[in-house]
């Protein structure tokens, strides 16, 4: 076994986790080009290479385009993949009152800490944490995505009903096209272009980074806070911060760990429930969406959780996690290797190989994600405006229709984006909109799927709620709503006595 | 007036008010498209269409009864805000017919003009005119060559 994790080491294989860590962080920081997609397009590129070289290849690129996301997150409010959609609640206030720097510092540690963890799991925990991941049906899926979305109570900057009617709006946006039960054509208008549905990535482009860019050529002022100049990486401040947060980034850790390992959850589920959980416990929620690194270290090691997650039934039992697993997956078969049950056994020398890679290129995700974020912030904060706001619409449109080659796409964002910036003037908040448009497929085929199985089975009420990693789901939805009126009516007057 | 000037008396939210009728509006015809629909597919859309009424007609009533501080006015020119919105229809709507080259270049140059504040000089515009031809047309190598994203294609390449 040492030998094959030692042989993760060669210097072809060091070589090929740099490439690829810089390669996916690159593509991840590019908003409209996901994890997906990097791993996607990269992917014809290893078929040459032996199967373990190739597997490291893709985990690096992966873990890269994860982390790559917070870049564009934090710069310029629009997370460059869907798992850093948390990072721009905290990610964009910082940089806009001049810590982009220290944002960006944050959230590589966090997702190098995220990403260990996640490695780290997969090495010692995949067979079991693979069954308990197996054991999820619909009707968990479905609170699980109702967690996720309590965090409207957090988002709602102010009025918890335009939260609220903001959340719903996604939900609806999230229910056009095709059902995912029953089939019906919902809500497309008669377009054929919606008959699909909404692009999550395209509406969550054009909610948050269209109302950004019609701000920015509205006021003659810079794009953020210039930093004092010499401050360097502010590696000791974000450590600081990591050492008074390491419960918080170990409990977001092993939330994106968990979540990853559930088929089609994905990272940007992770990061929401693991900062739902960092503001619920934070002894100072109110400053969670104003630029609370606390916040960027759950959502950003949440994210990079979800890659060593994401492969424990990906190797142990052949069912993907996320979409990239599926992408590897296809890869692995091309090379022969066949995931599964037996593949620690039949393949050990590869598989042990691919997480000494996975683990390496994650340590050299702290060096890289560094550098590459210092470049990043200093080319955004450097830019004249009359550049940046055309290069980022550019970025807009472009991203939007490389998802899927579609024009209608790309119609889609400006709507969606037009329309943010309208509801955000009246007050409404563009995070819970988003939320609503991620989790509403989700939530949506949980309940429909679980009310079909109860109402077979002539009892909804045991299938909703009468199922145990449903009820320990439901403890973690009371507590979550419940908390802030507990903390303020019973506990904390009793500490102030 | 409070001592930093500033208006404190509370105003009624106009702006939310106008986003709880419009969410009224939408519950309302959500409902009314989900009569349509079969069982399976209506059971979600009447949930969420349902919550989203009830919760305008909270906010409204609050609005109303309540009167509360009004969003803060957006700062900068409404002017240059819809002359961006115009680009960026203009700009969409061309790339079937220009091809991506040509209209994200033309795209790229009229949001620059939206975005300026003061007039260039011979040598800045000579500067920014080439960094938007090196930016459009970098893009556009990385994602037709490198990326293989078949752009729309038009009078130019």
Sequence with gaps: MLSDLLAALTPLNLLLAVGGVVAGTVIGALPGLTATM?????TPL????????????????????IYGGCYSAILINTPGTPSAIATTFDGYPMARR?????????????????GLVGALALFALAPPLAEVALAFGPVEYFWLAVLGLTLIASLSEGSLLKGLIGGCVGLSIAMVGTAVVGGDVRFTFGLPGLLGGVNVVAALIGLFCIPVVIDLVAEPGGHMEMAESGRGYRLSEALSEVRGGAWNLLRSSSIGTFVGALPAAGGAIAALIAYAEARRTSPRPETFGKGAPQGILACESANNATVGGGFIPTLVLGIPGTPPDAIILGALLVHGVRTGPNLFQEQSAIVYTFMAGLLVSTILMLPLGLLLGRYAYRSIAAVPKTLLAPTILLMTILGTYAIQGSGDDVVVMLVLGVAGWLLGRAGFAAAPIVLGVVLGGICEQGFVQGWLIGGAQEDLV???????????????????LLYPLLATRLWRPRLAT | MSATGETTAARRDWPGLAGAGAAILLGGWMLHEASSFSDFAAVFPRTIATVMIAASLLLAGRIVLAPAVRPRAPGGSAGRRLALVAVAVAWVAAMPVAGFLAASLAGFLATMRVARFTPWSTRQAAFEGLAALAIVGGFYLVFEWGLGVPLPRGWLV
Excluded: H, K, Q, W
């Design chain 1, 46 to 65: 290893t078929f040459s290479m032996e199967p373990a070289s190739a597997m490291i290849a893709l985990g690096a690129i992966y873990t890269g385009a």
């Design chain 1, 38 to 42: 990097a791993v996607a397009v990269l």
């Design chain 1, 462 to 480: 045991g299938m909703f709620f009468g199922r145990p990693i449903s009820l320990a789901i439901l403890a973690v939805i009371a507590l979550t």
């Design chain 1, 98 to 114: 001049g810590d982009a720097d220290l944002a960006l510092t944050l959230a590589n540690l966090a997702s190098v800490a995220g």
